[in-house]
Each structure stands twice: as structure tokens, then as C-alpha cells.
């Protein structure tokens, strides 16, 4: 059973576009949702994360959207740079000392 | 700032070897936490621990220890390695309370 589904599996934005990837999730306690960015070679670091009681959430160019009716949440990249190429991960829990359920993951491609 | 090290980054073993791989945090963090990384499979729970000496299996225990008899040293055993647990190894922290999790850089383990 996947709990989290990530959307597509892979990406490839222009340079200045914006990408948009998309989560959905079943578990309805879950009540923290993280994005992270992992750079090839190097462990999955922190991006943004989101709270249920938000339905945005904006760290210089990255961007959480929340919908808690269609469990779903999505990030995008503003004005997106060849340096955000990467792979990104989106992952909910539910508090606890569990860990966190991930999606499987979207390999992002800024072409210059 | 935040370190998870991962003392072994690439390794080969045989079929059949024990393995150890080993973690160690400086943040004082209880909770740590196994997962394996896997191409189309995203980031999958092995262990986690809360506290010293404690254990709670995750996703995808099988053929997978853990051992952990300081607060800050988390280690993942392979009793006898077999070919499919070939991938990248992720040992991650957090402080109990914080959602955030922080990653090492990865172990990467090919069995032969």
C-alpha cells in the first residue's frame, strides 16, 4: 500500500518556467508535509514543509500548495534555475517518533 | 549546524557477509532512523529507534538489525547479505518534538 503518490515521475522545465509536482495522500493523520531536495551523490535535505491548517506556503521560490478536501499537495518552483535540477521527494507523517512516508520521488531537469 | 555522518560511503561485500553500517549524529537528537533509497522506489523505512536501546521495525524489516547503545550511534546490520539489498543506505535523525528530519549522505552497498 503506497500511502503518499507522487507525480511525474520526471521533469523537464526550461529555464524560467515552473515546475509543478504533485503528492496525494490517503492517511488522513497525517499533519506534516515536507518537501525534500536531493542533489545527486548527497542525502535528501529539508526544502519547505506545510502544516494541514495552511493552504500555502512560500520560501523564496518554492511554494507548497495545500488542498486537506482532495489530500493533495503540490510544490512549485518560481522562476526556475539549472541549479534546481534535482531530485525532489515529497513525504507526509503523522507525528510521533515514526518517520516519514515518502513519495518515490520526481527527477527534475532545468534545461539552460 | 545539523551532522549525520555516515562513516562507510561506498562498500562492496560478498554474499553472505555480515555488514555493519554505522551512524553517528552530534544533536542530541532521540529519534534515528534506517531507510533505504532505491531508483522508482523512493525512500523506504528499514528501523527506527526513539530512545537508546530501543527498536521499532519499519516498512521493510526483512533481513535487516539494528543496534543502538548510545544516543548518538545507530547502526544498521545486514546478518548475511544477499544480492537484493545492493542500494543506497540513508540514516537520518530528529529531536523529539520537531517534525524535521536531517539526512546523511548515504552508504552506498553492493552485494556480490
Known amino acids: 500500500q503506497q500511502q503518499v503518490k507522487q507525480s511525474p515521475q520526471s521533469l523537464i522545465v526550461q529555464k524560467g518556467g515552473i515546475p509543478i509536482i504533485n503528492c496525494a495522500y490517503e492517511?488522513?493523520?497525517?499533519?506534516?508535509f515536507p518537501w525534500y531536495q536531493q542533489f545527486p551523490g548527497k542525502g535528501p535535505a529539508l526544502l519547505i514543509a506545510?502544516?494541514?491548517?495552511?493552504s500555502e506556503k512560500k520560501e523564496g521560490r518554492f511554494t507548497i500548495s495545500f488542498n486537506k478536501s482532495a489530500k493533495q499537495f503540490s510544490l512549485h518552483i518560481m522562476d526556475s534555475q539549472p541549479g534546481d535540477s534535482a531530485t525532489y521527494f515529497c513525504a507526509a507523517s503523522q507525528g510521533g517518533a515514526d518517520g516519514l512516508t515518502f513519495g518515490k520521488g520526481t527527477h527534475l531537469i532545468i534545461q539552460p | 549546524d545539523v551532522k549525520v555522518t555516515q562513516s562507510s560511503r561506498y562498500l562492496v561485500k560478498r554474499t553472505g557477509e555480515k555488514v555493519f553500517l554505522e551512524c553517528v549524529q552530534d544533536m542530541d537528537h532521540e529519534n534515528m532512523f534506517w531507510y533505504r533509497q532505491d531508483p522508482g522506489l523512493g525512500l523506504r523505512l528499514i528501523y527506527f529507534?526513539?530512545?537508546?536501546?530501543?527498536?521499532e521495525k519499519g516498512d521493510i524489516p526483512e533481513g535487516y538489525s539494528v543496534s543502538r547503545e548510545k544516543k548518538e550511534r545507530f547502526s544498521l546490520i545486514l546478518e548475511s547479505a544477499s544480492t537484493n539489498q545492493t542500494s543506497m543506505y540513508l540514516c537520518?535523525?530528529?529531536?523529539?518534538?520537531?517534525?524535521?528530519?536531517?539526512f546523511g549522505e548515504g552508504s552506498w552497498l553492493t552485494v556480490v
Open positions: 492517511n488522513t493523520a497525517f499533519d506534516y
Open positions: 529507534s526513539y530512545d537508546v536501546k530501543m527498536k
Open positions: 537520518a535523525s530528529r529531536k523529539q518534538g520537531p517534525p524535521t528530519i536531517y
Open positions: 506545510i502544516r494541514p491548517d495552511v
